[in-house]
């Protein structure tokens, strides 16, 4: 694609971005950058949590591993929904009641000092990671379609992604994150379903049953397998999607902190259960891009790359018309800060509250200012964590991110499992081992899997693993 199109897209893009901004952090008062005065309608919380959910992970990853693992994903998806159902029911009901602005405080009521430190901790590690890795994705593709061709290195061009994040989130916060990603999810979306009609134009579909014959056809299309020793096995795919999305929606300060913007506890709940419905048909219009960009690179006789991530940016700007060209472009930028933008506004709305306690410890002509502080920090925190990425990733996205969350959420999963499901104190000066041991030790047993259990093999129900090693290790160091 002409470098001058792309940049002239991306412009265009801010300028929303900007506009959007500057409507939103009109009378905003320091409350406003944390909980968005409680005033967010539910239906754009809904429609921009799908964006914030996906990122440039599912938009460029998810299709490209079709080719690696068929729609066994799709295994994962449907694990989503009993994950959601569990957050609306039993976790969004807490955090109501307690009037929380960071659910992590939760932890301080119910334990004490350190496990209120630990949660925090290990969700501004578990962030810091997944969302940079998110942004490396996609801010490769950029380098790549765009920044390469001006001569601009790497280094500088995340510099650049960064920047425009924190100028756009450092005063509404919240408030203008639940907006933009409405705006951000519209042209992901936008991206997907032109793609997809325009490979049924190349390939002379005559209509949308054409589309479901040939997706439902394709070998690539096999969603269940039943193998109980392999890492994708239904079972072990289905209840990883419940607890990855309890872990990495109802136990992580991003997602939740756009939930309780709502005005009340019923509208969050309406957004949930609308959220979920659109999720499901969502990632499954995806998968069948995957699978759609497989058949077209076939029948066109184009080789695939040597990583699946590649396909799509690859036949979206080297094969498709100009003006899916330009869609993608749209779609790519939108992935990029969908959820990087939500991330540092929790990052910093977590280390504000859960460790420097704001409001408790500054005086109030000082806060704006600290906090404005601890955002350009995490700024530069994932600048740095993109560029690492850059150096050592080698594999397909999307498994990286949930085996990251496999390990980083596991001690959070132990802790609020233990509060909700059962009436015993723990001896809270033990939780910060406890929870650098429990990862510790589900790493060993699955790497050491197959040999110890018969050829079984963890998937990303690690997790799982995980969080039962941190639960069984509060049994132990329970009070009397």
Same mark, same amino acid.
């Given at each position: 694609?002409?470098?001058?199109?792309?940049?002239?897209?991306?412009?265009?893009?801010?300028?929303?971005?900007?506009?959007?901004?500057?409507?939103?952090?009109?009378?905003?008062?320091?409350?406003?950058?944390?909980?968005?005065?409680?005033?967010?309608?539910?239906?754009?919380?809904?429609?921009?949590?799908?964006?914030?959910?996906?990122?440039?992970?599912?938009?460029?990853?998810?299709?490209?591993?079709?080719?690696?693992?068929?729609?066994?994903?799709?295994?994962?998806?449907?694990?989503?929904?009993?994950?959601?159902?569990?957050?609306?029911?039993?976790?969004?009901?807490?955090?109501?009641?307690?009037?929380?602005?960071?659910?992590?405080?939760?932890?301080?009521?119910?334990?004490?000092?350190?496990?209120?430190?630990?949660?925090?901790?290990?969700?501004?590690?578990?962030?810091?990671?997944?969302?940079?890795?998110?942004?490396?994705?996609?801010?490769?593709?950029?380098?790549?379609?765009?920044?390469?061709?001006?001569?601009?290195?790497?280094?500088?061009?995340?510099?650049?992604?960064?920047?425009?994040?924190?100028?756009?989130?450092?005063?509404?916060?919240?408030?203008?994150?639940?907006?933009?990603?409405?705006?951000? #999810?519209?042209?992901?979306?936008?991206?997907?379903?032109?793609?997809?009609?325009?490979?049924?134009?190349?390939?002379?579909?005559?209509?949308?049953?054409?589309?479901?014959?040939?997706?439902?056809?394709?070998?690539?299309?096999?969603?269940?397998?039943?193998?109980?020793?392999?890492?994708?096995?239904?079972?072990?795919?289905?209840?990883?999607?419940?607890?990855?999305?309890?872990?990495? #929606?109802?136990?992580?300060?991003?997602?939740?902190?756009?939930?309780?913007?709502?005005?009340?506890?019923? %509208?969050?709940?309406?957004?949930?259960?609308?959220?979920?419905?659109?999720?499901?048909?969502?990632?499954?219009?995806?998968?069948?891009?995957?699978?759609?960009?497989?058949?077209?690179?076939?029948?066109?006789?184009?080789?695939?790359?040597?990583? #699946?991530?590649?396909?799509?940016?690859?036949?979206?700007?080297?094969?498709?018309?100009?003006?899916?060209?330009?869609?993608?472009?749209?779609?790519? #930028?939108?992935?990029?800060?969908?959820?990087?933008?939500?991330?540092?506004?929790?990052?910093?709305?977590?280390?504000?509250?859960?460790?420097? %306690?704001? %409001?408790?410890?500054?005086?109030?002509?000082?806060?704006?200012?600290?906090?404005?502080?601890?955002?350009?920090?995490?700024?530069?925190?994932?600048?740095?964590?993109?560029?690492?990425?850059?150096?050592?990733?080698?594999?397909?996205?999307?498994?990286?991110?949930?085996?990251?969350?496999?390990?980083?959420?596991?001690?959070?999963?132990?802790?609020?499992?233990?509060?909700?499901?059962?009436?015993?104190?723990?001896?809270?000066?033990?939780?910060?081992?406890?929870?650098?041991?429990?990862?510790?030790?589900?790493?060993?047993?699955?790497?050491?899997?197959?040999?110890?259990?018969?050829?079984?093999?963890?998937?990303? %129900?690690?997790?799982?693993?995980?969080?039962?090693?941190?639960?069984?290790?509060?049994?132990?160091?329970?009070?009397?």
């Amino acid at each position: 694609m002409n470098s001058q199109v792309v940049f002239a897209v991306i412009g265009a893009y801010f300028f929303l971005l900007f506009l959007i901004s500057w409507f939103t952090s009109r009378k905003v008062s320091d409350e406003t950058f944390f909980t968005g005065d409680r005033q967010s309608p539910w239906f754009l919380v809904a429609f921009g949590m799908i964006g914030a959910s996906l990122s440039g992970v599912t938009f460029i990853s998810v299709p490209g591993e079709v080719g690696n693992s068929n729609f066994y994903y799709f295994q994962v998806v449907l694990g989503y929904t009993l994950g959601y159902f569990t957050i609306a029911k039993v976790l969004l009901p807490l955090y109501y009641r307690l009037n929380l602005v960071s659910i992590y405080s939760y932890l301080e009521d119910r334990f004490g000092f350190w496990s209120y430190k630990t949660g925090a901790f290990f969700f501004i590690l578990s962030r810091t990671l997944g969302s940079s890795l998110r942004v490396f994705l996609v801010a490769s593709v950029l380098q790549l379609i765009l920044f390469d061709s001006l001569g601009i290195p790497f280094w500088v061009s995340v510099l650049i992604t960064v920047g425009l994040i924190w100028i756009y989130t450092h005063r509404g916060g919240i408030k203008t994150v639940v907006w933009t990603d409405t705006l951000q #999810t519209f042209f992901m979306l936008l991206a997907v379903g032109v793609s997809i009609i325009l490979i049924g134009n190349e390939l002379g579909f005559e209509g949308i049953g054409d589309y479901f014959s040939k997706v439902s056809e394709d070998s690539r299309s096999q969603i269940f397998d039943w193998d109980w020793k392999s890492g994708t096995n239904f079972f072990k795919q289905f209840l990883s999607g419940a607890f990855i999305t309890i872990v990495m #929606t109802g136990l992580d300060q991003d997602m939740m902190q756009k939930n309780l913007t709502c005005k009340n506890i019923g %509208e969050a709940q309406k957004n949930m259960f609308w959220f979920t419905n659109i999720l499901v048909v969502v990632n499954l219009m995806f998968l069948a891009l995957g699978v759609l960009l497989y058949i077209y690179a076939e029948t066109k006789g184009i080789r695939f790359p040597e990583k #699946t991530d590649e396909l799509f940016p690859m036949l979206a700007t080297e094969y498709f018309s100009p003006f899916a060209g330009v869609i993608f472009v749209l779609g790519i #930028t939108a992935a990029a800060y969908s959820s990087a933008d939500s991330t540092l506004t929790a990052l910093t709305t977590s280390f504000c509250i859960d460790f420097l %306690e704001l %409001e408790r410890k500054y005086p109030k002509e000082r806060q704006v200012t600290v906090r404005k502080q601890v955002h350009i920090a995490f700024t530069f925190i994932m600048f740095f964590a993109i560029l690492i990425f850059h150096w050592i990733n080698d594999q397909s996205v999307i498994n990286s991110v949930f085996i990251i969350a496999g390990y980083t959420y596991g001690p959070l999963l132990g802790l609020y499992s233990f509060g909700l499901f059962t009436k015993w104190q723990v001896k809270d000066k033990a939780i910060p081992y406890l929870a650098v041991a429990a990862p510790v030790l589900a790493f060993i047993i699955s790497e050491n899997s197959e040999s110890l259990l018969w050829g079984y093999q963890f998937g990303f %129900e690690v997790l799982i693993l995980n969080g039962l090693l941190m639960f069984l290790g509060m049994m132990i160091f329970r009070k009397k």
